[in-house]
């Protein structure tokens, strides 16, 4: 089954805009990653957040981990049209075992 | 370059006919792991593999089998493929100091069984 869930399912904002994708998971998690995937291609690891963390920044990305909520966002700021792309949240059980789940993703659309 | 590379990249075949896709990884990881992805769902994990040797289930295992002979190669097997595995794939890797490290993905096979 499914442990993350991004929402929301679709996005569409102008370029310059921000963007807040959200991810909720159930289990306790050791970390938390997003990733990006261009239509149709092999995911891109954008940036990974540890259970003890709560923001963390790259470049124009912003990811927030809230663990009592059991939830993550991910900012994208001043969006642009390459932004375009599906987004996905990724966590491993805090259980020592190695399985990963992505969520369903979020599919960002920036207009030019 | 380090890369993932999966082959072959499109397959159209019939119920039935075994195959095998290949996936290949030139950074000496340690964990290995097929997905698959359909519309609506996300990637969902098939297998994964710790180690040469090791291998173990992931969320949907069914009628797909693995294995890990080398440290640099993991096939996925369909022995008697079906038409809901029609599914893109992809095989990813990465390190292994404690779990989900970030994972470098390959550029995914697009399988239709009819």
């Known amino acids: ?112 | 370059e380090a890369q993932v590379t999966q082959n072959p990249r499109y397959l159209i075949t019939v119920t039935g006919k075994k195959l095998t896709v290949t996936c290949s990884q030139n950074m000496n990881h340690e964990y290995m792991s097929w997905y698959r992805q359909d519309p609506g769902l996300g990637l969902r994990q098939i297998y994964y593999s710790m180690n040469v040797e090791v291998t173990d289930k992931g969320d949907v295992p069914e009628g797909y089998k693995v294995s890990r002979k080398e440290k640099r190669n993991f096939p996925l097997i369909l022995e008697s493929p079906s038409p809901n595995q029609t599914s893109l794939y992809f095989c990813a890797s990465s390190i292994i100091q404690g779990s989900n490290q970030p994972q470098h993905f390959g550029d995914g096979t697009r399988l239709s069984i009819l």
């Open chain 1, 1 to 112: 089954s499914q442990q993350g869930e991004e929402d929301p399912q679709a996005l569409s904002i102008q370029e310059g805009e921000n963007a807040t994708m959200n991810c909720s998971y159930k289990t306790s998690i050791n970390n938390l990653q997003w990733y990006r995937q261009n239509s149709g291609r092999g995911l891109v690891h954008l940036i990974l957040i540890r259970s003890n963390e709560r923001e963390k920044h790259s470049g124009r990305l912003r990811v927030t981990l809230d663990t009592s909520k059991k939830s993550s966002s991910l900012l994208i700021t001043a969006s642009r049209a390459a932004d375009t792309a599906s987004y996905f949240c990724a966590t491993a059980a805090n259980t020592g075992g190695f399985k990963t789940i992505f969520g369903a993703g979020t599919r960002l659309f920036v207009k030019a």
